[in-house]
């Protein structure tokens, strides 16, 4: 045999294309085989003494400052959307995070900064993330990529709305025809 049969019998030896060249498993070596098969298939045991709900949250960390200031800036409550109906209430256990309820889907929610200055939570185990304007808020699915709920507003900024509706905000691109002093989200906080 050459040098390159050889390379190749020990090549197929070792990834097991040889067929029955390979060395057979002892009897000893199929009982362990068997033993090892029947202890896997035996479901682990369960601590009867620290039982666990499934709907317990796992415990939250601690936010800085700076988030708890985006937080504060949450609008809690019942906002009415386009097609549904968002309830966002405060997590009381834990300073900073929401509950997020939409129909049948929940989400613990934690600020995130933005340097847009939109209000910003996520649910980072589900992909959920909450975006709250002044006018409007929306709920997206980062996994899915898509909107779950848009056009969704608690009472002030239903205010906002209305008043961007009756005085649009000034658009920089385009020249000023008129000297509003301030734009209408500064007047809803009026």
């Not at 060249?21 to 620290?50: C, E, I």
Request: aromatic share 4%.
């Amino acid at each position: 045999m050459g040098k390159l049969s050889k390379l190749m019998m020990a090549v197929w030896l070792s990834v097991g294309l040889g067929g029955g060249w390979a060395q057979t498993p002892s009897p000893s070596a199929k009982k362990a085989k068997a033993n090892q098969t029947k202890a896997r298939a035996t479901p682990p045991s369960v601590d009867k003494a620290s039982p666990k709900s499934a709907d317990e949250p796992a415990p939250l960390a601690v936010l800085g400052e700076d988030l708890l200031t985006v937080a504060a800036q949450v609008h809690t409550g019942d906002m009415v959307c386009e097609a549904s109906t968002v309830k966002i209430a405060p997590i009381t256990s834990a300073p900073g995070y929401f509950d997020l309820r939409m129909g049948k889907h929940r989400y613990q929610m934690a600020p995130v900064a933005s340097q847009t200055g939109a209000v910003r939570l996520e649910d980072t185990v589900h992909g959920a993330v909450w975006i709250q304007l002044a006018n409007k808020s929306m709920l997206m699915n980062q996994k899915l990529g898509r909107r779950m709920a848009d056009e969704c507003q608690s009472p002030a900024q239903m205010v906002v709305a209305e008043a961007m509706a009756k005085m649009p905000p000034i658009n920089i691109l385009e020249p000023l025809n008129d000297r509003r002093a301030f734009p209408a989200a500064e007047l809803a906080n009026k």
